[in-house]
């Protein structure tokens, strides 16, 4: 024992792991032996064997994740506020031609998302810290999107009122580029890995709900004064962040992982405190090769929805023809389709494929993100010789395939990344998008400039989802290395963190579960 003690912390880990692998337990007397992950895919342990968290299991982190999604519904219908009456907006302003794209559409969108970026990247490494309750951190967010929206009512007109517009809604991007890293951090340390498709399918439909119901609130409600709808959607989202402070339960960090769940089950009182500088949290992110693909990714994949987003309720109604009811009423078909099949479906499909093998999930991301490009070309490019029952169908194929992509590719994220590097994780992953989404509407300007026509500079800024698809479906290599090596590592900072006594080392079961030579063995089977 002194022998053994006077080892380092590793070598002790190593050589207990050793001895455990070579004399275990007997079947009813303790631990069942290891069950490690191979390319084919994860062991499938019950939920309770595993730590797992049922969604209908806790009422109070179903509660929680409920009031998450409400208030991230109120923060992203701020969001589109704008783009059914972009014509007004501009109008207002004395915008002629081409000025509406460029200013309202351009410019306007990149400083949106612009100004989000570094705000994404401060709230998630705070999110990080165990010192710093997310909860709280979550409501702070939401109020500095939500006020400056309800001040909108005071915007001016001519320039004077674009620059206060513009003002306004550079802070309520600071709101947008904050939220995610916080409530994807907490979601992740709810839900166990064999559910987190699910929670984050739901998660992503309440964004593009929120969405969708923002275009045509702002649509029905916006006619006579564009102002009005920014005032009515931002006052009751302020009392729902103030409620988010009593209602949502912090909930332990690292308390979903299955590689720790002997800790919280033998210790009520565990916590998993491992924190890093965080310079080294952005170079960790930046070595794990699914993080890579998934932050570049980002960019071609967020242009086309920059695009949707900004301009195709306008496009339609001003360019196709279609009357504003009826160009809603694409727009929010595509939404529905985005919600009720590419969410909600892909988010169950995604899970019963992770749960079989991590490598299917990458691979129909690929497929399906590189699909969508054809439904939304036909859209752009033959709306105006479509009936409206054709367009509402191609819309809703196009939103139901585009949209698999955005309920699961967070959830791959969460199972590749360590509880205390998550919220930098998604922090990155949302700069990247911002940066697509902000360069997306910018970019159609200068294309509409150079081609001089809006349907062509919409058409090639979608063709960004081929090159997206293709990064996408390259995860199929690398996500089942990565899921292993966080589970090691966890295992592993489990024994380290305990007390030097012996007796709070690492549960053999973990060690047997997880241990450091899963890696190994998974790449032997390539």
Known sequence: MEALRSKSRSERYMQLHEEGMKEGPEPGEGPERAVLWTDDGPPSPSNEEAGAMPLEGHKLDYVSTVMLCVATFCLFADQNLMAPNLQAIADDFGLKGKQKDQFLGGIMSIAFFFVGAPSSVLVGSLADSPKVNRVTLFTAVLLVGEIPAALTIFVGTGWIGYWQLFVLRSITGVAIGGALPVVLSILADIYSSSQRNVASAVYSTAMGAGLVFGQTFAALVGSSN??????LVAVPSIGIALGCLIVIKEPKRGAAEEALAERFKSNPNYEYREDVGWR?????????????????????????????????????NTDAGLSLADSTSVVVTFAVGCGLIGNAVGGVLGQFMWNKSPRLVPLAMGITTIAATFPVEVLINFASRMSQVFRLGIAFLAGSVACFTAANIRAVLMNVNTPNTRGTVFACFNLMNDIGAGLGPGLVSVFVTLFESRRTAFSVAVTMWFLCGALQGSLFWTVPQDVVRVRNKLAEQAELLEDEDLDVLLPASSARQFPPSASLELTSHE
Do not use: C, E, H, M
Not at 226 to 231: K, Q
Not at 283 to 311: D, E, H
């Open 280 to 316: 080294r949290k952005f170079v960790q992110a930046f070595t794990i090769p699914s993080n890579i693909l998934i932050i570049i990714q980002g960019v071609p994949g967020s242009i086309p929805w920059g695009v949707l987003n900004v301009y195709l309720n306008d496009y339609l």
């Open 226 to 231: 564009w102002r009005i709808p920014f005032v």
